[in-house]
């Protein structure tokens, strides 16, 4: 089975270097990248799945010569679950990409081969080819532009026409999944980071391939500066571990643990938590998630959200249930108390944006801290020794990192199919759009009907099994449990229906009604492999509620891995039903989806019935007496989440700017702006706070460097005395 | 020659190189700086031949010889060069009088005395006193570096410690290497000619060697 592992590593390379071979900015280079890491992802699953299904983990050692130990992968049950997650992801984005990246080529769907023709003679109405995605003054730019000089309006024409390397977004690519892979099967500390940098590395490129809008490369400098950020506290963990056991191997970590001091335990708990949360992007470390995931491709942004931030939480796992042993109660109560904020906050602040993939990576924030509430209550419950409760909490964590890699990647690549079609990403413009774009449209309700957690799609499995894990710290917890676990309970029921509305405003406002500008109405259906791509995520997230007793079979076997002890699988999973293990509440998935259906299905049949084959008519919408209906006239994407930008205004601080214009009389109004921003606390009392102070002391800093030479001579000369009557002075 | 009277005339060396780094610093022209720079190669290089002499060292002379060669004559002689080439004035701008350089170089051989006494770090192999007086040699040198305005006299300074180093080095181990030592006065030399070079490319650039003007580079 080894072989599928080692053709998924060599595929990858492969696809990494394959693109170069061909002209890089044309449609070979881009399927043949492309359809070598869908290979991989092919290759991936299966390695995977044989491992997850039988329960046989596999081992690669490289003896090398560094001093670091060898280099050692591993590919267990708990990685091997990941490995699936990574693999299974990246299919279906690859195959999504083969469409998506034929935007890069400078040639729309409709194709149009004589490119390098095409701006001697251009033509206004065509839409945008490349660069300009997402830009809603795009067609102002465009009209302006047709004012200009010919010779002005060529240059422009010619720079819009730059196709971008395909061969090189390939590369990074591909590079990417494989770092990913390696991190986690790495067994070993010194390599860990080294793959950890190279998977941070390839998506900071990945962010900037759209380098020539500033606003891409802003949020790159930010995504990197965090992410070196967080590893700085990912190798103090390591370096901890390292001094502590004397070795990089993670099984020494693992045979060390039970001698860590309380309080190197906790430095290095704190430092897994700051490095590793700034990947995952835990609220206040999130400020890079929301500008760097919308910037890179979509098919990447769905990588980067559905799996890359999960290999933090692989990461942070592995530390807490692997290298740190016995964990003191207090950290599971903090990370339940920074897994709520992230939930709430996370979802408060998507379903304020207007910017679809940027209300995506908000609420890729919102499940991380979902995600995060499972560890917190297996860390809590394990304290307790409530072994039982705590791998049915710890299984409730690994079914959300799977679903929301399928239902977040769905949408992601959904936001990339109305990207492609619209060239927008603003929902101001959109609208309409399921008649233009029916199959993007039904994936993409999947995806937000998922993500609401509604049943029977697979989001309302794993929040099921989230809200029974803290319910059931009710029955067993202290006190102070008692109380804030219901308060915890109802705060994710609350997040949960901010998730549904967020999303029924995503979904409603670009989808519905009808088209808000010309992006919307020039909007058209994506490529065959796009549909492909997203089909595949869209039926596994109805696959995985239905057979989501048999998933927690497998996640049961990985949590046994943990705790030491086959703890018995009828206490969660009997035939058809997940149980909760107190016993006090149990679903099945299954069972609920044929209630649905058959719900519909008889309603159908006794309209039917009843009513008879009554022709359906099909007439113009009533216009209330209005001349006719505009776009207008329709829910603005800011007026849907007004109330809740009234409700929630202690934490949005909402500001309004209105301007109004007139001829010399209020009555004779001829226009009026309006503009609403909410402020960000995070970066007010935060970041900002934060930022000035690096900036006064550099600018203190900046008082001795003069720049005369003979100061900086001074500094070396009065150091080098003050040495010398310190320490050369005692060694007689 | 007997035994009593060699030791005792280096001695007296070590300390006429003292007065002469004295000199040096407080020569009030640039001219005269740079022959004190020439009379303290020179007694280096006395020191260094007495004790190539007496301890039977003889590789030792030909660093002596070398000191002699390009520090004593040929390196002044380049500098009076650039002086004559430049047409620089000849009188030392110092950020710190004349009076208060001595001062803080008298406080500076306490230092290294007090750094080096009984040191068991700077282990001589002959004469004692010769380890605080090469570091005072260097701390000089850096004096120099630090207080003086104009580019030539950092290179001087230079130049100073490059002897003070040159003089431990015979004194802890009987000179180091003779490669290694031959080595060292090839990039003084090329060091002095390719500074000669800066200096007049600083000219060039900011109409004076005033190393003071060199704050307009900074970011």
């Known amino acids: ?732 | 020659m007997n035994t009593e009277f060699v030791p005792s005339l280096i001695h007296f060396f070590g300390m006429m190189l003292l007065i002469v780094s004295f000199w040096m610093l407080a020569a009030p022209q640039i001219g005269a700086s740079i022959r004190a720079y020439a009379t303290h190669s020179f007694l280096l290089a006395l020191i260094t031949a007495f004790i190539a002499l007496t301890n039977h060292v003889e590789h030792l002379l030909i660093p002596a010889f070398l000191t002699l060669a390009l520090k004593t004559i040929l390196i002044p002689q380049v500098f009076f060069r650039i002086i004559r080439r430049l047409g620089i004035r000849k009188e030392i701008e110092s950020y710190v009088n004349i009076p208060f350089t001595l001062l803080l170089a008298v406080l500076l051989v306490f230092v290294s005395f007090y750094v080096t006494g009984e040191g068991k770090v700077l282990k001589s192999v002959s004469f004692g006193e010769f380890i605080p007086l090469a570091v005072s040699t260097i701390f000089f040198g850096m004096l120099m570096m630090t207080t003086r305005k104009k580019a030539i006299n950092q290179v001087l300074g230079l130049l100073l410690i490059e002897n003070g180093l040159f003089l431990m080095g015979v004194t802890i181990t009987f000179g180091m290497p003779l490669l290694v030592e031959i080595g060292v006065f090839f990039d003084a030399l090329v060091g002095v000619v390719i500074m000669g070079v800066f200096v007049f490319k600083i000219r060039g650039a900011f109409e004076s060697i005033d190393a003071d003007d060199m704050t307009v580079l900074k970011g």
């Not at chain 1, 309209?607 to 776009?631: A, T």
Request: net charge positive.
């Open chain 1, 1 to 732: 089975m080894a072989f599928f592992f080692f053709a998924q590593i060599s595929l990858h390379i492969l696809g990494a270097i394959a693109g170069f071979l061909f002209e890089q900015h044309g449609e070979k280079a881009n399927r043949s990248t492309h359809l070598l890491a869908s290979l991989a992802g092919t290759a991936g699953v299966v390695f995977a799945l044989y491992i997850l299904l039988t329960g046989k983990s596999w081992v690669l050692e490289i003896a090398g010569s560094l001093p670091v130990g060898p280099l050692r992968l591993e590919a267990d049950l708990f990685s091997a679950f990941f490995l699936f997650v990574i693999s299974f992801l990246s299919l279906a984005t690859s195959l999504f990409a083969i469409g998506y990246t034929r935007e890069y080529q400078g040639k729309s769907n409709s194709p149009s081969k004589n490119s390098k023709v095409n701006w001697t003679s251009p033509n206004t109405n065509q839409f945008p080819q490349c660069g300009n995605w997402g830009n809603p003054d795009y067609h102002k730019e465009k009209e302006n532009k047709s004012q200009d000089s010919p010779g002005n309006l060529l240059s422009k024409e010619n720079g819009c026409q730059d196709k971008k390397n395909i061969a090189l977004l390939g590369f990074f690519y591909n590079l990417f999944i494989l770092a990913m892979l390696l991190v986690v099967t790495i067994r070993n500390a010194f390599y860990f980071l080294l793959f950890w940098e190279l998977m941070s590395l390839a998506s900071y490129f990945l962010v900037i391939f759209e380098h020539e809008k500033p606003e891409t490369r802003s949020a790159g400098v930010l995504y990197l500066v965090m992410t070196h950020i967080g590893t700085v506290f990912i190798s103090t963990a390591f370096w901890l571990l390292y001094i502590h056991t004397g070795s990089f191997s993670f099984d020494s970590f693992r045979a060390g643990a039970g001698f860590l001091s309380p309080v190197f335990k906790n430095i290095i708990f704190f430092s897994a938590l700051l490095g590793f949360g700034t990947k995952a992007g835990i609220i206040p470390l999130h400020i890079w998630l929301p500008k760097a995931h919308p910037q890179a491709p979509s098919h990447v942004s769905a990588l980067m959200s559905g799996v890359m931030i999960k290999t933090a939480i692989y990461a942070f796992l592995r530390f807490l249930l692997d290298f740190l042993g016995a964990t003191p109660g207090w950290w599971g109560n903090l990370i339940l108390a920074i897994a709520i904020v992230s939930t709430l906050l996370g979802i408060l602040y998507a379903l304020m944006e207007h910017d679809l993939k940027r209300l995506l990576a908000f609420s890729s924030i919102e499940n991380i801290g979902i995600i995060l509430l499972g560890v917190g209550m297996c860390l809590a419950f394990k304290t307790q020794g409530q072994t039982l409760y705590a791998a049915f909490a710890l299984v409730a964590a690994l079914f959300h990192i799977l679903n929301h890699a399928v239902f977040k990647g769905l949408l992601f690549l959904g936001a990339g199919a109305v990207l492609s079609g619209t060239h927008t990403r603003n929902m101001e413009q959109l609208g309409g759009l399921i008649k233009k774009m029916p199959w993007t449209a039904a994936y993409f309700l999947i995806g937000a009907v998922a993500i609401s957690a509604l049943p029977p799609l697979n989001g309302f499995v794993s929040e099921w099994m989230t809200f029974v894990a803290i319910l059931l710290g009710i029955e067993t917890g202290s006190t102070g449990m008692h109380f804030f676990l219901p308060v915890l309970a109802s705060l994710l029921g609350l997040a949960g229906a901010l998730a549904a509305t967020c999303f029924v405003k995503a979904f409603g406002i670009s989808f519905l009604g009808m088209p808000r500008s010309k992006h919307a109405t020039g909007a058209h259906e994506i490529s065959g492999s796009m549909k492909l791509g997203m089909g595949i995520l869209a039926t596994s997230c109805l696959a995985l509620a239905l057979s989501a007793p048999w998933v927690v079979k497998i996640l049961w076997k990985i949590t046994n891995t943990f705790s030491n002890v086959n703890l018995p699988m009828e206490s969660v999973v009997q035939k058809l039903f997940l149980i909760s293990p107190s016993k006090a509440s149990q679903f099945s998935p299954l069972l609920l989806a044929f209630i649905l259906l058959g719900f519909i299905f008889g309603s159908a049949v006794l309209l039917r019935i009843f009513l008879g084959k009554q022709k359906v008519r099909i007439g113009p919408s009533w216009d209330c007496g209005m001349p006719r209906l505009e776009p207008r006239m329709q829910y603005s994407a800011t007026g849907y989440s007004k109330p809740l930008r009234r409700i929630f205004s202690f934490l949005y601080q909402p500001t309004r700017h209105v301007e109004l214009e007139d001829e010399g009389h209020e009555l004779l109004r001829t226009a009026q702006r309006f503009e609403t921003k909410i402020t960000q606390p995070v970066d007010e009392w935060v970041y900002k706070p934060l930022a000035n102070l690096i900036s006064s002391l550099s600018q203190k800093a900046k008082h001795i460097q003069t720049g005369h030479i003979q100061l900086y001579l001074s500094y070396i000369f009065i150091t080098l005395i003050l040495l010398l009557l310190f320490w050369g002075g005692h060694s007689s």
